[in-house]
């Protein structure tokens, strides 16, 4: 029987807001820009924000009117990545299966760690703890057989929870659940479902596979089917263990609006490179997932003749990517951004006769990486992500 931990950071960027400036503990953090920014969105809002109605993907000038007692700032990416890094590296210590999904999002395959570490719910709380003493901030763990059920669990009792689902009890856990907790159904979901007759998670267990494909379609149907058994297929994160470096985000409102599309390819694409600068490696092979809110999920990768060489260039190429399989109107759920194919970057690649000054800015971003790597308190970022 497999052990999984899903381990969620918790309100993560605006949690590092409030450490690094303790004068805000307690008070409505929201990151993401400051009042008056043009077309910005909401990259993260602390559970004080959260009360007044803020959440991520949200319009900036809508945040101002709902809590305008708020602290806004500006994020700052390279300080997060970097606690991320130390926190990454502490789960490495307790399992040698970790799969990060985003810069604040990990699961661990703990089967067989009983030896070293006890009992899972034991090892959850090591974690915790190590955490916090590490870096001051806390961690919500979920602990199932199964990767679905433990992704959920991490969410029930944040900030700072550990929720446990022992083995043979993920059907009654998800039986259990309210349907607005059912993961991956998003609001329209939930309305189409109640609209079906279908108001629990066991009116959904009740229908057949069949019938679920008749009334939602094959991909909402079988996901339907399956989730309220616990998902025992869905392994996240195979992208990432194929010789590639990924990163992807499950929004909790679908996203429509250009602009907070842009920003969220801007930050996985950074957070990608990043990661890509600390491994020492990089790639020709962009690959792009967009998952809609009816379940079904669309990828598109391409390949160029030079290796992806700064920020701007990746951005770019998610861009055209996306514009070639987005369909317009649709509403995102998930979105994921990964390099394939990586490779040692010491090995030359081909240069173009039209370098465009991408060698420059390539160079210009590495001397900033190894910067920020020595002195995290230096604040540097892309303007795109400013949301000016």
């Known amino acids: 029987m497999k052990t999984y931990f899903h381990i969620d950071l918790d309100a993560f960027f605006a949690s590092v807001e409030q450490l690094d400036n303790p004068g805000w503990k307690g008070k409505p953090v929201i990151v993401g820009g400051l009042p008056g920014d043009r077309r910005s969105v909401v990259s993260t809002a602390s559970y004080e924000a959260r009360k007044y109605g803020v959440h991520s993907a949200m319009p900036l000038s809508r945040a101002v009117q709902l809590c305008p007692e708020g602290i806004f700032v500006r994020g700052r990416y390279r300080r997060y990545q970097e606690l991320s890094s130390q926190i990454m590296a502490i789960f490495g210590n307790y399992s040698p299966d970790v799969t990060q999904m985003s810069i604040d999002e990990a699961f661990l395959d703990m089967t067989g760690t009983e030896r070293l570490f006890g009992k899972a719910e034991d090892a959850a709380r090591r974690i915790k703890a190590e ?10 763990i979920g602990v199932a057989g199964t990767m679905y059920v433990a992704k959920i669990a991490s969410g029930l009792n944040k900030p ?3 929720t446990v689902v022992n083995a043979g009890d993920e059907t009654a856990f998800m039986l259990a659940l309210p349907l607005d907790k059912l993961w991956g159904a998003g609001g329209k979901t939930q309305k189409r479902l ?6 629990t998670t066991a009116d959904i267990y009740a229908k057949s596979e069949p019938l679920l494909k008749t009334m939602f379609g094959d991909s909402a149907g079988s996901f339907l089917y399956q989730a309220v058994r616990g998902n025992p297929g869905m392994i996240f994160g195979e992208e990432a263990k194929n010789h590639s470096i990924s990163s992807e985000c499950t929004y909790d409102f679908d ?5 907070a599309i842009d920003t969220a390819l801007m930050e996985l694409s950074m957070n990608v490179l990043y990661r890509m600068h600390k491994e020492q490696v990089k790639s020709r092979t962009l690959a792009l997932k967009i998952r809609y809110e009816d379940f079904t999920t669309v990828s598109v990768q391409e390949t160029g003749d030079f290796s992806i060489s700064n920020a701007d260039d990746m951005f770019e190429r998610c861009r055209r990517l996306f514009d070639k399989k987005y369909e317009q109107g649709r509403g995102i759920r998930l979105l994921g951004v990964a390099c394939e194919k990586v490779y040692d970057r010491d090995i030359p690649d ?3 006769l039209f370098d465009f000054g991408n060698e420059k800015k390539a160079k210009i971003e590495e001397a900033i990486y190894k910067m920020q790597d020595k002195h995290p308190e230096i604040k540097i970022r892309k303007a795109r992500m400013l949301g000016n």
Do not use: C, E, I, M
Not at 131 to 140: A, D, E, H, P
Not at 194 to 199: A, E, K, T, V, Y
Not at 255 to 259: K, N, S
């Open 131 to 140: 955490v916090k003493k590490q870096t001051g901030l806390s961690v919500s």
């Open 160 to 162: 700072d929870g550990l």
């Open 194 to 199: 109640r609209d079906s007759g279908l108001f």
């Open 255 to 259: 996203l429509t609006d250009r602009y």
């Open 350 to 352: 081909q240069k173009s």
